[in-house]
């Protein structure tokens, strides 16, 4: 399967300020004397590993959701053609008419 890598752009910065909060609380509990609030570090380090580590789980959560009927079938842009030729398989063995034996 195919992974359409999201342009950073596109990141909900919800997310982004979320993982750089989650950053920021570990830093802080593993090196308290490094100042976390403002500055190069926080300007660079930490914001750009929040924007990566968001980009990583966009991916991680459209790679798990693409593994669902159900999403493919609310979210088509989910779908490959490698996933659907499987799905496809998949609902021929399922639903093809069983013979009866005489």
């Given amino acids: 399967m195919s992974i359409e890598i999201t ?12 993982m750089v909060a989650t950053l920021s609380q570990l830093m802080a509990e593993r090196h308290p004397e490094v100042e976390l609030t403002r500055g ?26 693409s593994n669902s009927l159900l999403k493919i079938t609310e979210n088509p842009s989910l779908a490959d053609p490698t996933t659907s030729c499987l799905f496809r398989q998949i609902r021929l063995l399922l639903y093809r008419p069983r013979q009866q034996k005489h």
């Fill in 7 to 18: 342009s950073l752009s596109q990141l909900s910065p919800d997310k982004v300020q979320s």
């Fill in 40 to 65: 190069v570090f926080h300007d660079l380090v930490l914001y750009f590993d929040g924007l990566l580590n968001a980009a990583i789980q966009e991916n991680i959560d459209r790679v798990q959701q």
